[in-house]
């Protein structure tokens, strides 16, 4: 079963830093390139970062730009969100995703995992 | 940057009932990379649409997607108890982005 699963979220002070984590299985890992998108409480989804299937290409939304570092260890099946200077408005589910090809961009997320819950407050 | 704006908010239908949802692109989107998705309440989203119009796997042939441009519109043709979730609609170009969703509840 083709499957992605996250974890490393929880609570965390403003300015703190957290890891994301998202384990796939079920397919070759390193064929696709993956993707981060969030959604705040009772909100929209908003793309946050994506990586091409060997690393070389990465990209993030203005909003994230310099804080969060996007990571994938093929080897290991593993994407990663490094989440620094955390704000209250970075406070949502994270999802990872699959992009339906070796690109994070120009192509659609046909995968996703359930997400995993980061909340910023003092 | 695209910007996507989706209309209307919320759609109040009845089932059997025929939905149109409508997103509009601040640019020309090229090659039609827009694709739509469903996601009902605790869900991840569900891909729908891709390539403006293509159905993914598995998807019903009640749901059609059409358009080019800057328009384009996700239409359910008779809605389905099962339907009544929010739409999203995606640019997948160069920086993706989503837009703001369409509720489509039951009326």
């Known amino acids: 079963e083709v499957q992605l699963m996250e974890s490393g979220g929880g609570v965390v002070r403003p300015g703190g830093s957290l890891r994301l984590s998202c384990a796939a299985s079920?397919?070759?890992?390193?064929?696709?390139?993956m993707s981060w998108v969030r959604q705040a409480p009772g909100k929209g989804l908003e793309w946050v970062s994506g990586?091409?299937?060997?690393?070389?290409?990465?990209g993030y939304a203005d909003a994230v730009e310099g804080r969060f570092t996007i990571s994938r260890d093929n080897a290991k099946n593993s994407l990663y969100l490094q989440m620094n200077s955390l704000r209250a408005e970075d406070t949502a589910l994270y999802h990872c995703?699959?992009?339906?090809?070796?690109?994070?961009?120009?192509?659609?997320?046909?995968?996703w995992g359930q997400g995993t819950m980061v909340t910023v407050s003092s | 940057e695209i910007v996507l704006t989706q209309s209307p908010g919320t759609l109040s239908l009845s089932p059997g009932e025929r939905a149109t949802l409508s997103c509009r692109a601040s640019?020309?989107?090229?090659?039609?990379?827009l694709a739509w998705y469903q996601q009902k309440p605790g869900q991840a989203p569900r891909l729908l649409i891709y390539?403006?119009?293509s159905r993914a796997t598995g998807i019903p042939d009640r749901f059609s997607g059409s358009g080019s441009g800057t328009d384009f519109t996700l239409t359910i043709s008779r809605l389905e108890p099962e339907d009544f979730a929010v739409y999203y609609c995606?640019?997948?170009?160069?920086?993706?982005?989503f837009g703001p969703g369409t509720k489509v509840d039951i009326k």
């Open positions: 995703a699959r992009g339906d090809g070796a690109e994070y961009r120009w192509n659609v997320l046909d995968i």
């Open positions: 079920g397919f070759t890992f390193d064929d696709y390139g």
């Open positions: 990586i091409d299937w060997d690393g070389d290409s990465i």
């Open positions: 640019q020309s989107i090229s090659s039609s990379y």
């Open positions: 390539g403006a119009s």
């Open positions: 995606q640019q997948y170009g160069s920086s993706p982005r």
